[in-house]
């Protein structure tokens, strides 16, 4: 793939990051502060979303073949599906005889159906194109540098949004969404000959290996509690959208740099597992001091510490699969989003149930540390022939 492709993949994540910490970062504020839902409920439209996800990861392996040009661009239709769905709330309320409950649960709903298409459709064909880039002796280095855009992003895109909803409105917020979507397609257009057509890919479960697949459960389940008790956590000690975007914005910008660091270590000395497990270890009492501190102070010492930790977990995980699969790329892509998705899907379920018989969102974040120590089952291993 030539390096164009490499520069226009960059550009179209650094331009995705921004647009969904911008927006996306609100989006189950927006059901706690405008339609003032449960808790709990806060779990149901992500718990949707990887549940969907699943099922797309089974069809995209059993398709012949696709483009991830066209694959990529419904993949952002259905993120602006997503934020559309949330600008018709407005429109909702409205219609007599409907209750902002119910216009809570019906966004739950439809935004989980519609992330679920989104991400998948969006993020598998990303990562088999970010894949195919690599080779065994620069993997850890531009996973890192890839993951890296989140961290960069985030530092700054979830304040800007908090500033919007406080000056003006969520309905700005998400139509600024919409605007960047729009744009990332446009350069997924602009750069479509650069891009390869034609990819297969199948899920292979024999071929990742038993240790490796409860590992990559694992990580789903983790990154489920995690992704999802940070909004939950940060909305019990501030219900200001631009606090709330200050506190998003502040956790991970030097997990970041230090990934890319470690990154070209892993590259040089070809080991993998020795940074899956010193991750996972030691994002466990950092996870473990949140509840125990039960206080602002607490939440944003263990958070920090847990996403400086964390950020290096599916950064070698995946180029530990990718490495055991180097002939079949596209097999560690969609086989890893699978196994992720049904963490995810799992550990969001666990989540869900819990908050809803009283727990707090802190004691929420305990569910996580079993999906971790699952990870240090990951190993390194050659592709079977």
């Given at each position: 793939m ?8 960059m ?13 996306g ?63 018709s ?53 531009t ?49 479509r ?21 409860i ?80 206080s ?40 890893r989003?699978?196994m ?9 379920g ?32 050659v592709?079977?022939?």
């Amino acid at each position: 793939m030539e390096r164009r492709a490499f520069v226009g993949l960059m550009i179209i994540e650094t331009m995705l990051a921004f647009g969904n910490t911008f927006a996306g970062s609100f989006n189950i504020i927006y059901l706690f502060k405008e339609l003032s839902m449960q808790l709990w409920t806060g779990t149901i439209y992500l718990g949707i979303g990887f549940t969907v996800s699943i099922f797309v990861s089974l069809w995209m392996s059993r398709t012949p073949k696709f483009d991830p040009r066209n694959v990529l661009l419904a993949g952002l239709i259905f993120l602006i599906i997503e934020y559309s769905l949330f600008l018709s709330a407005n429109y909702l309320e409205g219609v007599d005889g409907i209750s902002p409950e119910q216009i809570g649960y019906f966004l739950s709903f439809t935004v989980g159906i519609a992330f679920g298409l989104f991400y998948p459709c969006f993020w598998t064909p990303f990562n088999v194109l970010m894949a195919q880039m690599t080779v065994r002796e620069d993997r850890g280095l531009t996973y890192g540098a890839f993951f890296f855009v989140w961290p960069m992003v985030t530092f700054i895109a979830p304040f800007l949004g908090g500033i919007v909803i406080g000056l003006f409105s969520y309905e700005l917020l998400f139509a600024i969404g919409i605007a960047i979507t729009v744009s990332v397609a446009i350069v997924i257009t602009l750069y479509r000959k650069y891009i390869p057509k034609d990819q297969r890919m199948r899920i292979h479960f024999d071929d990742i290996g038993r240790r490796n697949m409860i590992a990559l459960f694992g990580e789903g389940g983790f990154e489920g509690v995690f992704w999802l008790c940070v909004t939950l956590v940060a909305w019990e000690y501030t219900h200001d959208e631009q606090d709330l975007g200050a506190f998003f914005s502040y956790f991970g910008l030097s997990a970041g740099i230090m990934g890319i660091i470690l990154g070209r270590v892993s590259d040089r000395i070809q080991n993998r597992r020795f940074f899956v497990k010193l991750s996972a270890l030691a994002s466990i009492p950092c996870i473990i001091v949140i509840p125990l501190t039960n206080s602002l102070d607490g939440f944003l010492i263990g958070n920090g510490l847990l996403e400086f930790a964390s950020f290096i977990l599916p950064v070698f995980i995946f180029a530990l699969l990718t490495d055991r699969l180097e002939a079949h790329k596209n097999d560690s892509v969609v086989t890893r989003e699978f196994m992720l998705d049904i963490g995810r899907a799992v550990s969001i379920g666990f989540l869900m149930l819990v908050l809803y018989l009283g727990a707090s969102p802190q004691m929420g974040f305990l569910i996580a540390v079993p999906f971790l120590a699952l990870c240090v089952l990951a190993h390194e291993a050659v592709e079977k022939h």
